[in-house]
């Protein structure tokens, strides 16, 4: 996608090859900043501070993790901790534990010598690959997106998102985003309801930047503006990201998608969930078991943003000394789920729609 005119990815090798780059999205939308990661420390610190965020672009950049890991001891020992400390840095997007055990397998039969360029190569694999899958995403969704803007006889399709699910949380295009600027640019007439998501409100931060920057017409609502919106008829279709889905469509997104898909079911509003194959725990029956990300609890009680002069601060919001939790994704159950939008095409969320899909991962 473009950022004043010039293309971007959320990740791409640096020119001199011995790194990656990717954007800070802990600076957006106030300032545009780009790191550079060189070695598999930095890959995890940048997973685990969310400079990079998003279920895809976690896997990319754990994969280039292995990738240094390689460069810095490529022993078995060596890789085996490094694939350890790396899928510890988040728990609950399994995007993460995919893309460091396809790195491994890919090196474990090959000599030390090779390893090095091979988890290179396979990380770079992943990555382009993660664009064509969202590309792909982006068509199937869009061609849905179209039905329901014909079934609206031409006023503009309101869709409401929930967290960030765009470019900047995959490589390129996103999930949920792909089919909203897929049918943008195809001409569809829509408008997004951007959920400013708190705690670290991506929505606030980085979808209302994005869309901002491709022309999308949107409006930023507070996370509990939803249920009203669709009472009111002027929701006409949800579409979320993933961070893992449950062999049976269970779906696992940031925290609130549940109250969402909820209010959605309540008022006959299709609810769809888009995401890559690289998303789907095949080893999970449901999503009851995900592991839920416990975050810190000053995201909670303090905000940061821009100042009326142009400082970043941070400022309390709660008084001194309370208690807050702040579990950080939650599950939507396969009921609340109209379709499941992926690479392959869109099938209903439940277990023999995915298996139809992807016969050649679903196991027995
Ligand atoms: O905590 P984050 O910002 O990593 O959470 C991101 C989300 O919840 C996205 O909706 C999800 O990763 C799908 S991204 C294409």
Redo the contacts with the bound molecule.
């Keep these: 996608m473009k950022v004043d005119g010039v293309p971007r990815r959320s990740i791409w090798p640096a020119a001199d090859g011995g790194a990656i780059e990717v954007i800070d999205q802990t600076r957006l939308p106030h300032a545009f900043e780009i790191r550079r990661l060189a070695t598999c420390e930095d890959a995890g610190h940048a997973i685990a501070t ?1 400079v990079v ?4 672009l ?1 896997g990319v950049t754990a994969a280039y993790g292995m990738a240094f890991a390689a460069a810095e001891n490529a022993s078995d020992a060596a890789l085996e901790a490094a694939a350890l400390r790396l899928k510890a840095a ?1 728990p609950t ?1 399994v995007n993460l534990r995919w893309a460091v055990d396809r790195v491994l397998t890919r090196l474990r039969p090959l000599y030390e010598r090779d390893r090095p360029s091979a988890a290179w190569q396979e990380a770079g694999r992943i990555a382009e690959e993660d664009v064509g899958f969202c590309a792909a995403i982006g068509a199937h969704g869009a061609a849905v997106i179209r039905k329901l803007a014909e079934a609206a006889g031409g006023a503009p399709l309101n869709i409401l998102t ?5 470019w900047l ?2 490589v390129d295009w ?3 985003l792909a089919p909203i600027y897929a049918a943008h640019d195809q001409g569809v007439a829509l408008h997004v309801w951007v959920d400013e998501t708190r705690p ?1 409100n ?1 929505g606030a931060a980085l979808t209302a930047w994005e869309l901002k920057s491709h022309g999308v017409p949107h409006t930023l609502i507070v996370d509990n503006a939803g249920g009203h919106l669709m009472q009111q008829g002027q929701v006409d279709m949800v579409i ?4 893992r889905t449950a062999a049976n469509g269970d779906v696992c ?2 925290i609130g998608t549940y109250l969402k898909a909820l209010a959605a079911h309540d008022n006959d509003i299709p609810f769809y969930a888009a ?1 890559p194959s690289s ?1 789907i725990d095949w080893t999970l029956a449901s999503g009851a078991t995900i592991p839920i990300e416990d975050r810190s609890e000053d995201e909670v009680a303090w905000m940061s943003g821009r100042t009326a002069d142009g400082r970043i601060e941070r400022v309390r919001i709660a008084p001194e000394g309370v208690r807050a939790a702040n579990p ?2 939650d599950v939507t159950p396969a009921r609340l789920v109209t379709g499941i939008i992926t690479e392959r095409g869109v099938r209903p969320a439940t277990r023999d729609g995915l298996r139809e899909l992807f016969p050649d991962m679903a196991g027995g």
């Design positions: 969310m965020r998003g279920a895809p976690i988040r997007a929930h967290c960030n699910a765009g949380a995959a996103g999930t949920a670290r991506q979320v990201g993933s961070d997104n940031k995401l998303t950080a994704f």
